[in-house]
Nanobody
Framework: EVQLVESGGGLVQAGGSLRLSCAAS????????IGWFRQAPGKEREGVSC????????YYADSVKGRFPISSDNAKNTVYLQMNSLKPEDTAVYYC?????????????????????WGKGTLVTVSS
């Protein structure tokens, strides 16, 4: 059974940092891309960052580039999203998702439509 479990969300002041974790199981981790997506109230889900574990390629939305580095620990089947310099507009439920790496090429890695599996999400709230 495929499972993606997010953790690390919470309440933080603007300018602060959080690290999200996505623990994956039930599929061959090295052959998949893992993406982070977020959805704020009243807004559509958007891709934030993605890593293709097959070749280490990373993708970022312009809104988080330089602030939210993504990393992967293949030994632990876990992907991390380090969120720095947080802004109130980063407030959202953050989801991790997985797709076979061959489907998540280029910008498709940040597309929710390309993802096969989803976690339940973790809430990040940034206060001003």
């Amino acid at each position: 059974e495929v499972q993606l479990v997010e953790s690390g969300g919470g309440l933080v002041q603007a300018g602060g940092s959080l690290r999200l974790s996505c623990a994956a199981s039930g599929f061959r981790f090295d052959d998949y891309a893992i993406g982070w997506f977020r959805q704020a109230p009243g807004k559509e889900r958007e891709g934030v960052s993605c890593i293709r574990n097959s070749d280490g390629t990373k993708y970022y939305a312009d809104s988080v580039k330089g602030r939210f580095p993504i990393s992967s620990d293949n030994a632990k089947n876990t992907v991390y999203l380090q969120m720095n310099s947080l802004k109130p507009e980063d407030t959202a439920v953050y989801y991790c998702a997985a797709s076979p790496a061959w489907r998540a090429y280029s910008s498709r890695c940040l597309s929710a439509d390309a993802m096969n599996y989803w976690g339940k999400g973790t809430l990040v709230t940034v206060s001003s």
